[in-house]
């Protein structure tokens, strides 16, 4: 079965720490760029981090620069999502998602430019 899965989401205190993996089953991600978003109650879709296929090339959304890393480890056929510092506004439901491209260009935070889904994970950051 063809499908990327989250987890690694959880309930933290602001300033905690919460590492995200995105596990593909039927595929091989290498030659993906991979992308994580974000749906916060009430809100769209945003987009958080890209890192290309082969490592060299990440995107971060601004609200998270300096605090998110993200990346990958393509023998294990998973991308990972280091969050530190956490705010309550980065909570939300956390998505990964396979770009149709390899590297992360322009749009590689824009949900258009990807084509395949997780399900999910919950972060809440509490105050």
């Known amino acids: 079965q063809v499908q990327l899965v989250e987890s690694g989401g959880d309930l933290v205190q602001t300033g905690g720490s919460l590492r995200l993996s995105c596990v593909a089953s039927?595929?091989?991600?290498?030659?993906?760029?991979i992308g994580w978003f974000r749906r916060a109650p009430g809100k769209e879709r945003e987009g958080v981090s890209c890192?290309?296929?082969?490592?060299?090339?990440?995107n971060y959304a601004d609200s998270v620069k300096g605090r998110f890393t993200i990346s990958r480890d393509n023998a294990k056929n998973t991308v990972y999502l280091q969050m530190n510092s956490l705010k309550p506004e980065d909570t939300a439901v956390y998505y990964c998602?396979?770009?149709?491209?390899?590297?992360?260009?322009?749009?590689?935070?824009?949900?258009?430019?990807?084509?395949?889904w997780g399900q999910g994970t919950q972060v809440t950051v509490s105050s």
């Open positions: 998602a396979t770009s149709s491209w390899y590297a992360c260009g322009r749009g590689s935070l824009l949900p258009t430019e990807y084509n395949r």
């Open positions: 039927g595929f091989t991600l290498d030659y993906y760029a």
């Open positions: 890192i290309s296929g082969d490592e060299r090339n990440t």
